[in-house]
């Protein structure tokens, strides 16, 4: 027998979203809960931390960099003004130099 394809519960009406879930108004249904799967658990942990900032290169490692103030000043301001992040500036900056020095 084919399963009837459900309607997603963004997509009903009140009506029809009361009927949807009138299941979970009455009592004792934390009873009729289980453990999640191995399978869930892992979709559940990927669902949580999916997102974030691509890795690039070997990844980042954040470090602790003191900075003249005036100079953090210019360089904040540079980035506002080039649309990037500090770390993207100061990164750029530092290939720039590296570059020069091999070349």
């Not at 809960?33 to 900032?53: D, L, N």
């Not at 954040?62 to 900075?67: G, P, Y």
């Amino acid at each position: 027998m084919k399963q009837k394809k459900k309607k997603r519960y963004q997509d009903m009406n009140a009506a029809e979203l009361a009927e949807a879930t009138k299941e979970f108004d009455l009592p004792g249904t934390i009873d009729r809960t289980r453990p999640m799967t191995a399978v869930e658990r892992a979709q559940e942990r990927k669902a949580r931390h999916a997102g974030g900032r691509p890795v690039i290169g070997r990844g980042a490692k954040r470090i602790n960099l003191t900075i003249e103030r005036g100079l953090l000043a210019q360089t904040d301001a540079l980035a506002r003004r080039e649309k990037v992040g500090r770390s993207e500036l100061v990164s750029r900056g530092l290939k720039l130099i590296i570059k020069r020095k091999a070349g």
